[in-house]
Nanobody
Framework: QVQLVESGGGLVHPGGSLRLSCVASGNIVSLNVMAWYRQAPGKKRESIATITKNGTTNYAVSLKGRFTISRDNAKNTMYLQMNTLKPEDTAVYFC???????????????RGQGTQVTVSS
């Protein structure tokens, strides 16, 4: 059973930083493209960044420079470093990953349950 679990969310003051983690577990053959998204109450889901297995990254233009995506393939873990946080960054942040698992000959896109980030004074 493949699972993605996010952690690292919480309450932070404006201007602060947080680092989110997303750990993939289970019978994984290949952990391919991973991504971070967020969704604020009443708003559409917003793509933050993606990262390929070899580390190629792509960011939403509006967030590049404040947010940094990275991954540690040895740990099946992806990170999102968020700096200079603003109240408008408040949202549920969740990760996705395209995974090939044991016994399945194609990629399946998995999503974690999300972690709440609240930016408030």
């Amino acid at each position: 059973q493949v699972q993605l679990v996010e952690s690292g969310g919480g309450l932070v003051h404006p201007g602060g930083s947080l680092r989110l983690s997303c750990v993939a577990s289970g019978n994984i053959v290949s952990l391919n493209v991973m991504a971070w998204y967020r969704q604020a109450p009443g708003k559409k889901r917003e793509s933050i960044a993606t990262i390929t297995k070899n580390g190629t990254t792509n960011y939403a233009v509006s967030l590049k420079g404040r947010f940094t995506i990275s991954r540690d393939n040895a740990k099946n873990t992806m990170y999102l470093q968020m700096n200079t946080l603003k109240p408008e960054d408040t949202a549920v942040y969740f990760c996705t990953a395209r995974i090939i698992e044991v016994g399945v000959p194609y990629e399946i896109n998995y999503r974690g349950q999300g972690t709440q980030v609240t930016v408030s004074s």
